[in-house]
């Protein structure tokens, strides 16, 4: 299995394959998603974000990772 279908858990370190969203391991998000939600004025954001950002590149919010305090 070539690296780029891999991905590392950064509370575990489990390796998860790249198709998992959570880490079958401990539960924690695998993708650093954009947490801005979907609301009647706004179409939410669901950008992935690099591993290690804090808020949003695109839009500011906080990412998963921040709100799951894994940052
Ligand atoms: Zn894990
Ligand atoms: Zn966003």
């Known amino acids: ?9 950064v509370r575990c370190y489990h ?9 079958i391991q401990c539960g924690a998000p695998l993708k ?3 947490t801005k939600k979907k609301t009647v004025l706004h179409a939410g ?4 974000n690099e591993p ?5 590149a695109d839009c500011g919010t906080e ?5 799951w305090g894994l940052l």
């Open 15 to 23: 390796v998860a394959d790249k198709k998992d969203k959570y880490c």
């Open 52 to 56: 290690n950002a804090k808020y949003c």
């Open 1 to 9: 299995m070539a690296d780029d279908e891999l991905q590392t858990c």
């Open 45 to 48: 954001c669901s950008k992935v």
């Open 63 to 67: 990412t998963l990772f921040n709100e």
């Open 32 to 34: 650093n998603k954009c």
